[in-house]
C-alpha cells in the first residue's frame, strides 16, 4: 500500500511539472487598409519539441475573433519545453463539417456558418482598400468549403525560432495576403469555389514566427 | 486508499447513470431498408425529446413576429407540404423560390433541399430559422425568445438536463421529431410484407410494373429515391432561374439537377415538382411521357420518350396511390397538442 501511495505522488509530480502550458499569441500584421471583421479559425494544434516529443490537441477548435482580442491567445495544456513547429489547421475539417450541430465555438450563431449549403467559413476578412475597384473600396472574403474538389482547409506548419520560455508569437501577415490578392479583380467571395481556394492556398505563407 | 477512490468513482458513474438516463425510444428500421444514415448515437430519442420536438416544430415562437412555425409549411395531413401554395409562403406574405418538400423518412436522407446542400437534418432547420424569406428570424434570436420562456426552459432542463438553450438543444430537439415522421404502413408495404389479405389490384399490379420499368431507376424502393440528383426535363423558370444542384457543387454539368424526391404520400402532396408548377399526378405523368424538355443534363433514362397509354397512366396513378400512408398521415403522435401531454 505505501509503496502504492509513493508511486502514485511520483506519477503526479510528474505529471505538474512536464503538463505546464503553453501561451501562442497570435499577431496579425495590417497596413493602411482597414479591416472590420477578421475571424478564422484554428483547429487540431499540434507542437513538435526540439526533443522529439509532440503534443496534439484532437477535436478542438478555436475561434479567433479580432473584435474579441484576447480570443488570439491560446493556451494550451502543453509541457513548456523548447519547441522546433507548430502545426494547425485553419479552418474546419470535412467529417466535423458534416456532424450536425455542434457547440462552443462551433456554434452555428458565431457567424461563421452558411446554412443553405452547409459548411463553416474558415476564414472571414472584411475591410476597405484603395485597391478594390468596388464602389466603396470595399471587400468581403468569406473563405470555406468542405466539398472536393473546393476543399478550404489549410494545414499551417510554423517553424519556431523565437521562443520566450513558455510563450510563443504567431504573426499573421493580413497586409501580404491583401497584396497577393488581385484586388481589383477579387473582392467579394461568398461562396465555397476556385476563388476561395485562391485564398485558402495563401494562408501558409501568411503565418511565421521571427 | 485506492479502494476508496474506486468505490467513489462507481458511485459517481452510477448515480448519474441513473438520474440522468431516460427511457430511450427505440428507432424502428423496417426489414430490408438499408440503415439509416442519421446518427442517433448523436441524439438519443427519447420520449421527452420527442415532445419537445413537436412542441418547438408547431410553436410559431421560432419566427420573429410570431406568425408562422414550421407547421404552417409542413403539415401532417398533407404529407408535411405546404398544400395549395406553389411556393412556399414566409413571414410578410414573402415567397420563397421553393416548394416546400414532405417530410418523411427524413433519417435516411444523404442530404436535404431541393438542391442537397444541407448535409445533415439538424443543421437544416437553420435555414427556415434565419432564412429571410421563411421565418425570417435570426438563430440567435430564435434561441433567445426560447431562454426567455419559463415553459421552454423547464422543458429543455426536462430533456438535456440544462437550464441553458444552445442552438444545438434547440436544433437536436427539432430532429428528435422530425427524424421520427415516418413511413412504411402504406398498402404498397403491405403488399411487400404479404400480409393476409391485402393485394394489389390488377391495375395496382400494372401499374407497379410500369413503375419498375420506367420510374424506379431513381426512384428507388422501398424509399422511392435513390437520393441522387437528376435533371427530369422540367422547363427552367424563367422567373426563379433556379439551377439546383448546379449552385452548390458549381458545376456546370449539375446544372438544372434537382434531388430525386420520394413518392411516399404523394396523393397528398402536391403541388408537384421543385417550383410546385403542377397540380395533379396526371399532369406529372405527362410531364414525363410528352413534357421532357431536352438539354445538356437531362438524365439519361429520360432521353427516349417513355411511351404510355391513358389505361397505363391510370394504373401508373393507383400504384401511386398505394404509396399513401394513412397511419403516417393522421398519426396523433405526429400532431399539433401531442406536446401538451408532456409531464413536467
Excluded at chain 1, 502514485?8 to 503538463?19: G, Q
Excluded at chain 1, 463539417?97 to 457567424?111: E, F, M, N, Q, T
Excluded at chain 2, 431541393?114 to 437553420?126: C, K, R, S, T
Aim: hydrophobic share 40%.
Amino acid at each position: 500500500m505505501k509503496k502504492m501511495v509513493c508511486l502514485s505522488c511520483i506519477l503526479f509530480l510528474l505529471c505538474i511539472s512536464t503538463y505546464g502550458q503553453m501561451q501562442i499569441s497570435f499577431k496579425p500584421i495590417f497596413n493602411k487598409d482597414s479591416i472590420s471583421v477578421l475571424k478564422f479559425y484554428v483547429s487540431n494544434v499540434q507542437i513538435l519539441y526540439r526533443d522529439g516529443t509532440k503534443f496534439k490537441e484532437n477535436n478542438s477548435f478555436r475561434l479567433l475573433d479580432i473584435e474579441y482580442i484576447e480570443s488570439f491567445l491560446i493556451i494550451l495544456n502543453a509541457p513548456s519545453k523548447a519547441i522546433e513547429k507548430i502545426s494547425f489547421d485553419v479552418g474546419i475539417d470535412s467529417t466535423t463539417s458534416v456532424s450536425g450541430a455542434l457547440d462552443g465555438d462551433l456554434d452555428p450563431i458565431k457567424g461563421m456558418y452558411w446554412a443553405w449549403h452547409s459548411g463553416y467559413i474558415n476564414l472571414k476578412l472584411e475591410g476597405k482598400s484603395k485597391a478594390c475597384s468596388t464602389i466603396s473600396n470595399e471587400f468581403h472574403f468569406h473563405v470555406g468549403g468542405y466539398r472536393s474538389p473546393f476543399y478550404a482547409l489549410r494545414r499551417i506548419d510554423v517553424p519556431i525560432v523565437n521562443q520566450m520560455g513558455s510563450s510563443v508569437a504567431i504573426q499573421m501577415n493580413i497586409a501580404l495576403l491583401l497584396d497577393k490578392i488581385n484586388l481589383k479583380q477579387i473582392n467579394n467571395i461568398m461562396l465555397p469555389g476556385k476563388e476561395a481556394m485562391q485564398i485558402a492556398d495563401y494562408l501558409p505563407q501568411i503565418f511565421s514566427n521571427k | 486508499m485506492i479502494i476508496g477512490v474506486i468505490l467513489i468513482l462507481f458511485l459517481y458513474v452510477f448515480f448519474s447513470f441513473v438520474f440522468t438516463e431516460q427511457k430511450n425510444i427505440h428507432f424502428h428500421v423496417p426489414e430490408g431498408w438499408p440503415k439509416p444514415v442519421y446518427d442517433f448515437k448523436q441524439n438519443r430519442l427519447t420520449e421527452k425529446g420527442f415532445k419537445l420536438g413537436s412542441a418547438l416544430f408547431f410553436d410559431p415562437i421560432l419566427s420573429r413576429d410570431n406568425s408562422i412555425s414550421c407547421a404552417s409549411c409542413h403539415l401532417s395531413f398533407t404529407a408535411f407540404t405546404h398544400a395549395d401554395h406553389k411556393l412556399s409562403h414566409g413571414i410578410n406574405g414573402r415567397i420563397g423560390t421553393r416548394n416546400s418538400l414532405t417530410l418523411i423518412n427524413l433519417a435516411w436522407n444523404t442530404s436535404f433541399m431541393w438542391d442537397g446542400g444541407v448535409n445533415n437534418l439538424e443543421v437544416q432547420a437553420i435555414n427556415p430559422i434565419t432564412n429571410p424569406s421563411e421565418m425570417n428570424h435570426g438563430l440567435s434570436n430564435a434561441v433567445d425568445a426560447l431562454n426567455a420562456s419559463p415553459r421552454y426552459r423547464k422543458m429543455f432542463y426536462s430533456v438535456f438536463k440544462d437550464s441553458i438553450i444552445t442552438s444545438q438543444k434547440l436544433l437536436k430537439a427539432l430532429a428528435q421529431y422530425t427524424s421520427q415522421l415516418v413511413s412504411y404502413n402504406s398498402k404498397y408495404d403491405s403488399v411487400m410484407r404479404k400480409e393476409k389479405n391485402v393485394s394489389f389490384t390488377q391495375n395496382e399490379l400494372n401499374g407497379y410494373t410500369l413503375f419498375k420499368n420506367h420510374c424506379a431507376s431513381c426512384h428507388t424502393e422501398p424509399l422511392f429515391t435513390n437520393y441522387g440528383f437528376e435533371n427530369n426535363g422540367l422547363s427552367m423558370d424563367t422567373v426563379l432561374k433556379d439551377f439546383g444542384r448546379m449552385m452548390i457543387t458549381q458545376d456546370s454539368k449539375d446544372a438544372f439537377k434537382f434531388k430525386i424526391p420520394t413518392l411516399r404520400n404523394i396523393e397528398f402532396s402536391a403541388p408537384y415538382f421543385h417550383d410546385g408548377r403542377v397540380n395533379t399526378l396526371k399532369d406529372v405523368i405527362n410531364h414525363y411521357t410528352s413534357g421532357i424538355v431536352v438539354s445538356a443534363s437531362l438524365s439519361k433514362q429520360l432521353q427516349q420518350p417513355i411511351i404510355l397509354s391513358e389505361k397505363n397512366k391510370k394504373d401508373l396513378i393507383l400504384f401511386l396511390k398505394t404509396l399513401t400512408d394513412k397511419y403516417a398521415l393522421y398519426n396523433q403522435r405526429f400532431r399539433y397538442n401531442y406536446s401538451e401531454t408532456l409531464t413536467k
